[in-house]
């Protein structure tokens, strides 16, 4: 029977996220809505659908807004045709995307304007991949999932290539696909620890940080987020138990009947409140559990909203 909840620190929002937030509501408050907001600004629903409530309109394309209208894009990063497109359609662009996410884009082009083939790791389909790929014309982008795929690839001969990452990646995944890179193409240049971004790299050391004192996992987040699903893979590649949840209905009595401290952690798009809603719900099922905090990494990043809602 559970004894001790042990909360990992950092959890939850990174500065992107709560930047990409503040942009849709600031927008709210100063055009009125609606506003339009391509795609979910963040993965998580609890969040779409308080930005809902507050007049927000998630399109799934360019199409579902009129034209002239406002039109937020998502955190994670939009091709550079869409940029196009909504200029054609008269339409007033606001860019969420997070900072992190922008440096990432701006590498792929540097190393394009070099002359050098640019190799991405990260996940097929995933809307910060499918961002960062169309910064570039279709086909110059050359995608790597795996260190199979890694060791596998074909690259055109004759000239330079360099790497970058998704942000959201597994830290451990991202070294061995690196490392086989190297292996493959001993001249290939990329940041040794890739770009996964400071919030990725906090929630998973803290998870690993923490495992050594917990008999089970509990991660809030959605199943869409890579970096929540990255936590989740984690727990369970370090021998826990360990379970993703988007709310505290999907807490299993079960999962925990038999540990004695459950570990917490949330992904960077979570709201803290779901945190909180999974602890009252354990304490619910058994009265007089503790709550502790595992405390790694202090984060006081703080990305600046665009100037156009400042002030």
């Not at 490392?179 to 790299?201: M, S, V």
Request: aromatic share 6%; with cysteine; net charge negative.
């Amino acid at each position: 029977m559970p004894k001790r909840i042990l909360l990992a620190a950092p959890r939850g929002f990174c500065a992107g996220v709560e930047r990409a937030i503040e942009i849709v509501e600031r927008a709210i408050e100063k055009f009125g809505a609606p506003v339009y907001v391509r795609h979910e600004i963040v993965h998580n629903k609890h969040v779409v659908n308080g930005l809902r409530d507050k007049g927000a309109v998630f399109i799934d394309d360019l199409d579902g807004a009129p034209s002239g209208s406002n039109v937020i894009f998502s955190a994670h990063g939009v091709p550079e045709a869409i940029f196009e497109a909504a200029a054609q359609r008269g339409l007033n662009v606001i860019d969420a995307a997070c900072p992190l996410v922008k440096k990432v884009h701006f590498a792929v082009k540097r190393h394009a304007n070099q002359g050098r083939i640019v190799v991405l790791i990260g996940h097929k389909g995933h809307p910060e991949v499918v961002g960062t790929m169309g910064q570039l014309p279709e086909g110059s982008v050359f995608l790597v999932g795996s260190a199979a795929e890694a060791r596998s690839i074909e690259l055109p001969e004759g000239r330079e290539c360099s790497y970058t990452t998704q942000t959201t990646l597994s830290v451990d995944e991202t070294r061995e696909i690196i490392a086989a890179l190297l292996e493959r193409f001993p001249t290939i240049t990329g940041p040794a620890k890739g770009d996964l971004c400071y919030a990725t790299t906090n929630r998973q050391a803290a998870v690993r940080g923490m495992a050594p004192e917990v008999d089970v996992l509990l991660v809030i987040g959605s199943r869409t987020s890579s970096n929540t699903t990255r936590l989740r893979e984690l727990g369970a590649k370090l021998g826990i138990p360990s379970y993703l949840l988007d709310e505290a209905d999907e807490a299993d009595p079960a999962w925990f009947a038999d540990a004695n401290t459950i570990g917490i952690t949330s992904g960077a798009s979570a709201p803290e409140s779901l945190v909180q809603g999974v602890v009252e719900r354990i304490q619910m099922l058994h009265p007089g559990t503790t709550v502790e905090t595992w405390q790694g990494v202090a984060e006081n990043v703080h990305f600046p909203i665009p100037k156009e809602l400042a002030g």
